[in-house]
């Protein structure tokens, strides 16, 4: 589990830092120019408000050894939302911002922290409270797809993928009725629907205690669906094209549409059906950074004032349907 400090502002009467973060106030980023901010994935101080209290305590201001961090947090955090948006390379990242490999550590120490999919949750049940729903959702939908690699991701995590004829990764997406995103997993093309359905399930049943109700399609047949009633408790409801149900096929559909719709390419943010190909070589990378793009689709989808996380915080709360 990730942990996270509060670190009170330091009093001095020296000259106003013009960042709060840890590097700031207590490392040697103040060394280094301000960034002026100028791309339209920078984070506004409302969203930098609600995101610096989360930030863990580096290991060097708790006396664990190591250099005072010579570079800004929140430009940190700006270059990777940067890259998410945009597709670019690691290595291809604005030289306005700290050298790429400085980002790229950051970047796997909040992977490893759990601070990406921390922030997630926390975005997933705001917008829940405002859509007027209870924070844990009751149902949801499953679907996976399957996306080409680029030629420097290694064998051990690709594979082919008989029936798509797609050599790559394969993503596995869970999510709730609303279309927001419940779990995720990364495994090789070759793995099969209810293999890692078994496992994504498990993990997410675990995580969301009220889920009692997933759709799926005809992928997802057979000892599975047993295995849902049996061990996790949970009704995997297998809808079929042919299935006359009415008007239950369109909203399951639409789920699907919003599952495939999450499982784009995290670098650039377009669908698989254009080209797609995954440059990241460790699957975790692609998996925390497919969570930061959900994010930014989410806000693409209902607006990025709405979807702000401070904004959020400050609307009075809705009665959640229970």
């Not at 990730?2 to 960042?19: K, N």
């Not at 980023?29 to 969203?47: C, H, I, K, L, Q």
């Not at 949801?140 to 797809?145: A, E, K, N």
């Not at 925390?288 to 915080?313: C, F, K, M, S, T």
């Amino acid at each position: 589990m990730p942990q996270f400090f509060a670190v009170a502002a330091a009093e001095s009467s020296a000259v106003t830092h013009s960042c709060d973060c840890l590097a700031h106030q207590f490392g040697n980023a103040g060394d280094n120019e301000v960034r002026e901010r100028r791309y339209p994935t920078d984070m506004s101080d409302a969203e930098w408000a609600v995101v610096r209290p989360l930030l863990p305590m580096p290991g060097w201001l708790r006396g664990r050894g190591g250099h005072p961090e010579a570079y800004c947090h929140r430009t940190m955090l700006d270059a990777v939302r940067y890259l998410v948006d945009n597709g670019t390379k690691w290595r291809a990242i604005p030289a306005d911002f700290p050298p790429w490999d400085r980002v790229y550590a950051f970047f796997r120490r909040w992977r490893d922290h759990g601070l990406v999919k921390e922030f997630h949750d926390r975005l997933r049940l705001k917008v829940r409270e405002q859509a007027g729903r209870d924070p844990q959702p009751s149902a949801g939908v499953i679907d996976s797809q399957s996306v080409k690699a680029d030629a420097v991701v290694g064998a051990g995590s690709r594979g082919f993928d008989g029936g798509k004829l797609i050599n790559g990764r394969k993503r596995h997406a869970v999510v709730d009725t609303l279309g927001l995103l419940l779990g995720v997993m990364v495994t090789a093309a070759d793995i099969g629907d209810r293999a890692a359905a078994q496992v994504l399930l498990a993990q997410v049943a675990a995580a969301h205690h009220r889920l009692a109700l997933v759709w799926a399609d005809g992928g997802y047949t057979g000892s599975l669906v047993e295995h849902c009633r049996a061990v996790l408790a949970l009704v995997l409801a297998i809808v079929r094209r042919s299935d006359d149900m009415g008007p239950t096929v369109q909203p399951l559909g639409l789920q699907r549409a919003r599952v495939r719709a999450l499982t784009i390419r995290a670098e650039r943010l377009r669908s698989a059906e254009h080209a797609v190909r995954q440059l990241t070589i460790d699957p975790a990378d692609d998996r925390a950074l497919l969570i930061e793009a959900v994010q930014d689709r989410a806000r693409r989808w209902y607006g990025r004032d709405d979807i702000n996380p401070a904004r959020l915080a400050a609307r009075p709360g809705v009665e959640p349907k229970r």
